[in-house]
């Protein structure tokens, strides 16, 4: 599984990293640091990105099965 996150719908709201400390961080100006990237995601921290991306209310974090193209 393979996570996502949309640079350009990021608010900066912080739940993400707040409910996925292990998984995602923020950076200075209080977005998350990852904004922007997508990778692949181990398997023991499947269930934070999974609550990272229900935690978002932009939409801005899609879990995907392959990275894309």
């Known amino acids: ?3 996502a996150i949309d640079e350009a ?13 292990t998984l995602l ?3 200075e100006e209080g977005f998350v640091a ?10 023991e921290l499947l269930g934070e990105a999974q609550d990272a991306a229900d935690a978002c ?13």
Do not use: S, T
């Not at 990021?10 to 409910?19: A, L, P």
């Open 1 to 3: 599984m393979h996570i």
């Open 9 to 21: 719908k990021c608010m900066g709201h912080g739940r993400c990293y707040g409910v996925a400390p």
């Open 25 to 27: 961080h923020d950076d």
């Open 34 to 43: 990852e904004r922007g990237q997508c990778w692949k995601v181990p398997d």
């Open 57 to 69: 209310p932009e939409g801005a974090i899609e879990l995907l099965e392959q990275a894309p193209a």
